[in-house]
């Protein structure tokens, strides 16, 4: 099974909060990462975390990690249409570089 | 700025053949990761190349093989197709500094169908 483990689907309201939650199994990882991937492109970079910090915030986008239990969340506020999407989270196992390790994605649907 | 740029965009072969995907790394980055993303999955690590040199390999067999050039363009070949190689191929550069984290810029892809 994958080290990184995701929810396959979130569907919400424009206007609402959407968590989409993470869990990951090496716990040697210095960082942890969000990617968003609209359909027909690439892996477009959201926003990091370092595996020292509890949260982190930018603009719309909070990221939460506990560290004990390993899991990793990303909210998203006023979430628009233009946020549907698939969302990876990506973790960078201890001494692998810069290797990603990607959960499956968790596929947003905004509804208006 | 020049972005991470691949090609081609989409590929057909037939199991058996050979593939040559081709990517070319942002301006100033010298390390070329390539993943490849089953439908459905996340992507999966194929390997790194730094400065020409594989610098990592995830889980994948010898078929799946590179190259990364003086400019640190990069190819990525399989030997050998088999229909589960039919994926999207990722291309991402970047370049490592001091600080542990480095950003890694995706391309947009190349979509290979084996049959």
């Known amino acids: 099974g994958e080290d990184v483990e995701q929810s396959l689907f979130l569907s919400v309201r424009e206007g609402d909060s959407s968590v989409i939650n993470c869990t990951y199994t090496d716990s040697s990882s210095t960082y942890l990462y969000w990617y968003k991937q609209e359909p027909g492109a690439g892996l477009q970079l959201l926003t990091y975390i370092f595996s020292n910090m509890d949260m982190k915030q930018d603009q719309r986008l909070t990221v939460l990690l506990n560290k004990k239990d390993k899991h990793l969340s990303l909210r998203i506020a006023d979430t628009q249409t233009g946020d549907s999407a698939i969302y990876f989270c990506a973790e960078t196992p201890n001494n692998a570089g810069n290797m990603l390790t990607f959960g499956g994605g968790t596929r947003l649907m905004v509804k208006p | 700025e020049t972005g991470v740029t691949q090609s081609p965009t989409h590929l057909i072969k037939t199991r058996g053949q050979q593939v040559t995907l081709r990517c070319s790394s942002q301006?100033?980055?010298?390390?070329v990761s390539w993943y490849q993303q089953a439908l459905g999955q996340g992507p999966q690590f194929i390997f790194q190349?730094?400065?020409?040199?594989?610098?990592g390999r995830g889980n994948f067999p010898p078929r799946f093989s590179g190259l990364q050039f003086p400019n640190y363009s990069s190819e990525l070949n399989v030997n050998a197709l088999e229909l589960d190689d039919s994926a999207l191929y990722l291309c991402?550069?970047?370049?490592?500094?001091?600080?542990?984290?480095?950003?890694?810029?995706f391309g947009p892809g190349t979509r290979l169908t084996v049959l």
């Open positions: 190349y730094y400065r020409e040199e594989e610098n």
């Open positions: 301006s100033g980055h010298n390390t």
């Open positions: 991402a550069s970047s370049f490592p500094g001091l600080e542990a984290y480095n950003e890694q810029f």
